[in-house]
């Protein structure tokens, strides 16, 4: 059965829905960057949230999201919102309602240019998992990706070798099948789906 909702909040009409985990949906406010709202269709119950100013200008320069996911810390019973930014990540804590900022990387991430798409990672086993291509965060994996994930139990990402058969001309995606990560795809000029979970 199919129901039309409402969303309460006036000012985040047309939002964009960014990340969904265990039925609690992430919605950005389009029209400014820093407001969101953790909502629960289900329940209609919601949490608006804000990034700290220092997020948007980091370093005294503008900094947009590169990537973000939502997981669920069963350990605690929290929901984590993870925003990726080039130079740092951010961690919003439900159960605290605050933010915090982390500046150690696995890798280097390249800042998102204009036209650049934002990455919603793959939530499965309560990790949130991304590939990192050349610093670009995607969710297709070829020979030259990192794949990395933010580790729910100790608030950090970190990097999750490229599985071997994964070759020179492979291109896979990333995908959640019976909460285990999988991939997904092939060889390019082939026709043939591989499944690897």
């Known amino acids: 059965m199919m129901e039309n909702q409402q969303f309460p909040l006036k000012k985040f009409k047309r939002a964009e829905v960014w990340c969904l985990c265990d039925g609690l949906v992430l919605l950005r406010n389009p029209r400014a960057d820093k407001y969101f709202v953790l909502w629960n269709p289900s329940t209609r119950e919601y949490r608006a949230i804000s990034c700290p100013d220092n997020h ?3 370093n005294d320069e503008s900094r ?3 990537a973000c996911g939502l997981c669920y810390d069963s350990s605690v019973g929290d929901y984590k919102v993870i925003l990726i930014y080039d130079l740092f990540y951010a961690v919003y804590s439900l ?3 605050s ?3 982390k500046t150690s990387f696995p890798c280097p991430v390249l ?3 204009p ?3 934002i990455s ?3 939530t499965t086993a309560g990790c949130v998992f991304w590939s990192l291509i050349n610093g670009e965060i995607q969710l297709f994996v070829d020979r030259a990706s990192t794949i990395i994930y933010f580790d729910v139990k100790l608030d950090e990402v970190k990097n999750l070798s490229t599985p071997d058969f994964v070759g020179e001309n492979d291109f896979f995606y990333l995908a959640s099948v019976k909460g285990c990560l999988s991939l997904y795809g092939g060889r ?3 026709e043939e789906l591989n499944i690897w979970n």
């Open 99 to 101: 933010w915090t900022t």
């Open 95 to 97: 159960i605290r309602d």
């Open 120 to 122: 919603f990672g793959i």
């Open 188 to 190: 390019i000029e082939s």
């Open 115 to 117: 036209g650049d798409m």
């Open 64 to 66: 947009r999201v590169r």
């Open 111 to 113: 800042p998102l240019l």
């Open 56 to 58: 948007l200008y980091y």
